[in-house]
Structures are given as C-alpha cells and as structure tokens.
C-alpha cells in the first residue's frame, strides 16, 4: 500500500511550478545540492551506468548524469506536470531515446520498474509521510549508489514544515512536507547495504550519498 497523497502533489507540483522550474534550471544550471550530490556521484563513476531517478522533476539530475557519461536514465515522478516539461526538455536535448519517464508514485510502480546502478532522490523523501515505504524500496532499486537530498533534521525545518503544513490544511489540499530523522534514514539504508560517502548539511537542505559494501549482497 502506498501512502502518496499524489493528488495533492497535483497541486503543488503544477505546470506553471514545472515551467518556472525548468527556467531556473535553464538559467543558473542545478542548484546547489544537487550540484554538489551529482559531483559526488561523478566521482564515483558513471561511466555506461544506469540511473533511476525517483521524483524527477524537470529532468536535472538525468540531464547532468548522462552528460556525464550515464548512459540511461529512468525517471519516476508522480506529478503529470512535471513529466510533461521533462519529456520536453529532453527531446530538446536529443536525449529522449535515452530517458524514459513513468508517471505515478514510485511506492506503487516498484515492482514494474527495474533496478539501476544509481538511484537519485532529490527533495522526495519530504513529500511522503512514511519515509521507510520510500526510501525503503529505492534503496532496494539501487545497485551501486543512492543519493539522497533532503530537508536539514533541525528545529527550524520542523518548524518551517509545520507553518507550510498549516497553510496547507486551511486550502484542504492533501500535499504535507515531512521533516524525516536523518538517523532513521541512515540506519535504514545502511541496513540494505550501503556504506556513506558523503554528508553534507546545508542550512535547509542535505546531500548524501551512499554506495553499495563490497560484502552486501549483489542486486538483481
Ligand atoms: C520538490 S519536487 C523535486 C523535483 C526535483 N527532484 C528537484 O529537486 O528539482 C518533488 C518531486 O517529487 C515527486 N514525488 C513526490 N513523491 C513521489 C513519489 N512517491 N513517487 C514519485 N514521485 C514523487 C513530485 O511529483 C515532484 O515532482
């Protein structure tokens, strides 16, 4: 069962929020988490690898690791909006034969999508309430590396979440943004795994990666 309010994601994750997106992405390049997370995975290697990238957006993490050398990309996003514009943009690029995009809450398509040498996550986890449903099957989707960015676990988050959640229920749209436990996170994916190879806390947001112990067991 999956715990995706994604008609309230309908909402928020709009076309006019899609376009704005995009232009910024078109302008100044990713921002700076994910810059500093797709640096992080290049690093690594992505030579040939293949990428799942889980609440795309406009494609930025995509766009990035294929130029990169990736050599294809999954991208799963719940919001029709977001996909649209991301579909767009990477026939604009020439990269549409080499991106494939599924709409809907990944919670749900898991078993229908394959597993990818890295698996992105960039500001995802926040959207859903039960973080391990989540994280939980997009660790078990990654063979090599999982990267995650995701809200600061601080005060000041909390609070920032609880005011946006305020304004929310008065509008009766069902989206909620949740400020999830860094060490529960940390704990889970560890669990499936993986050892981390970088951490690193913004004053809203924090970027690590994780890559897969050479003694875990290989995924299919
Ligand atoms: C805040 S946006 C981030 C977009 C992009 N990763 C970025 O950082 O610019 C969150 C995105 O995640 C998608 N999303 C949230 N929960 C999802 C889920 N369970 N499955 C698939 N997509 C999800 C939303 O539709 C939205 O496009």
């Given amino acids: 069962m999956s715990s995706c309010d994604?008609?309230?994601?309908?909402?928020?994750?709009?076309?006019?929020?899609a376009e704005r997106d995009l232009k910024r992405y078109l302008a100044d390049g990713p921002d700076g988490p994910t810059r500093l997370l797709v640096e992080a995975i290049r690093l690594q290697g992505v030579e040939a690898a293949t990428v799942l990238d889980i609440g795309g957006?406009?494609?930025?993490?995509?766009f990035e690791l294929l130029t990169a050398g990736a050599s294809s990309a999954v991208s799963v996003d719940a919001s029709p909006a977001f996909i649209a514009v991301a579909r767009r943009e990477a026939e604009r690029r020439g990269l549409a034969d080499r991106i494939a995009q599924r709409e809907g809450d990944f919670v749900a398509l898991a078993p229908e999508v394959a597993s990818a040498d890295v698996v992105t996550l960039v500001r995802v986890v926040c959207c859903y309430a039960v973080m391990p449903e989540l994280l939980g099957r997009s660790a078990h989707h990654a063979r090599r590396m999982l990267g995650v960015v995701y809200p600061r676990d601080a005060w000041w988050?909390?609070?920032?979440?609880?005011?946006f959640n305020v304004?929310?229920?008065?509008?009766?749209?069902g989206f909620r943004i949740h400020v999830h436990?860094?060490?529960?996170?940390?704990?889970?994916?560890?669990?499936?795994?993986f050892e981390r190879q970088l951490?690193?806390?913004?004053?809203?947001?924090?970027?690590?990666?994780?890559?897969?112990?050479?003694?875990?067991?290989?995924?299919?």
């Fill in 199 to 220: 951490l690193r806390r913004g004053p809203l947001w924090q970027v690590a990666l994780y890559v897969r112990s050479p003694e875990a067991p290989a995924q299919p």
């Fill in 6 to 17: 994604c008609s309230g994601h309908q909402n928020v994750f709009s076309d006019r929020m």
């Fill in 181 to 193: 436990r860094e060490v529960e996170m940390d704990r889970l994916i560890r669990d499936a795994g």
């Fill in 57 to 62: 957006g406009v494609g930025a993490v995509q």
């Fill in 157 to 163: 988050t909390r609070t920032g979440a609880r005011l």
């Fill in 167 to 173: 304004a929310h229920r008065l509008t009766r749209d």
